[in-house]
């Protein structure tokens, strides 16, 4: 029975450390007019139970009538790095320079 108490206050732990929630703020959205293309700025942000992390996103979209196809500016596929920010119980921390 202590066994079985220990083994699911250790999965509430973990999954309570690990788990979180994602939300997306837009910050802006610019036009870029006669290029027929459309520059957003988003915030990531992802809460977990002990730390938080923001990452300030850019991508940079093609305007093709109904849709816009979007593509990141920044980290997974690029060579640039966005923007990071992430704090817990000590402080924050920044990649921005």
Request: proline share 1%.
């Amino acid at each position: 029975m202590k066994t079985t108490i220990r083994l699911a206050l250790g999965l509430i732990l973990v999954t309570s450390l690990f788990g979180g929630c994602t939300k997306y703020y837009l910050t802006k959205m610019k036009d870029q007019g006669t290029i027929k293309s459309t520059q957003l700025q988003f915030l990531k942000v992802q809460n977990y139970y002990v730390y938080s992390k923001v990452t300030h996103q850019f991508w940079l979209c093609d305007d093709q009538g109904d849709t816009l196809t979007c593509s990141r500016s920044c980290d997974e596929g690029t060579d640039l790095e966005c923007p990071k920010a992430s704090g817990g119980f000590g402080g924050v921390s920044t990649n921005t320079r």
